[in-house]
């Protein structure tokens, strides 16, 4: 196994394009509770989880949860794609912001992998010049991402990597 080690109390921030399995990884290892879902809260802002217009709304009500659940001690995980450097350092300022360490996840599956997995879904319909973006995001990402204040990046490289992930709460 590849062991992922965590901080019990703090943030983890999930990177990874859509379709890398974000939500499905979060869903195996931990509690419902416990993952906020940029998705979650596009749904609750606007009735529709695809709704783009209202991404900005939507990660205010994010940074609100999360911020309310670090400052009442509790791990969160954040489940957005998190590509772009700006939405990292905002989760990272977050977690400063309480006191709590932040912690990174990079599921990072090659293009072809999520485009495939995102065609089957009736949940997405995103045009495959998203998916390259992000990508490039992605891979533009994993070159400076471990300077962002993170107190620790764990990079799952493709699918097996991922796969094989433990989660240890380190207390
Ligand atoms: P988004 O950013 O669009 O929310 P995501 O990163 O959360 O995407 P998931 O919803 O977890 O991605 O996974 C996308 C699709 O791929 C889903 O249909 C899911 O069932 C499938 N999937 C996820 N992980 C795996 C896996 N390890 N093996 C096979 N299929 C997977
Ligand atoms: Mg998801």
């Known amino acids: 196994p590849v062991q992922v080690r965590v901080p019990a109390i703090g943030l983890v921030v999930l990177v ?3 379709g890398s399995g ?3 990884f979060a869903r195996a290892h931990f509690k419902p509770t416990e993952v ?3 998705d979650f809260c596009r749904g609750l802002v606007a009735d529709d989880e695809n709704d783009q217009s209202a991404t900005t709304d939507a990660f205010d009500v994010l940074e609100y949860i999360v911020g309310t659940r670090l400052r009442r001690g509790l791990l969160t995980v954040v489940d957005a794609t998190n590509v772009q450097p700006a939405a990292r350092a ?7 912001s309480h006191d709590v360490l932040v912690d990174a996840i990079v599921l990072d599956v090659p293009e072809a992998v999520a485009a ?7 949940d997405r319909d995103f045009r495959s010049h998203v998916v390259a973006r992000q990508h490039r995001d992605l891979k533009r ?8 204040g993170f107190r620790r990046v764990h990079v799952l490289h493709g699918v097996d990597e991922i796969a094989a992930a433990e989660i240890t709460r380190e207390r």
């Open 141 to 148: 990402s994993l070159g400076r991402v471990r300077k962002e």
């Open 116 to 122: 495939e997995r995102n065609r089957e879904r009736p």
């Open 36 to 38: 906020v879902s940029s």
């Open 90 to 96: 905002s989760l990272v300022r977050l977690a400063r």
């Open 16 to 18: 990874g394009i859509t």
């Open 22 to 24: 974000k939500s499905t």
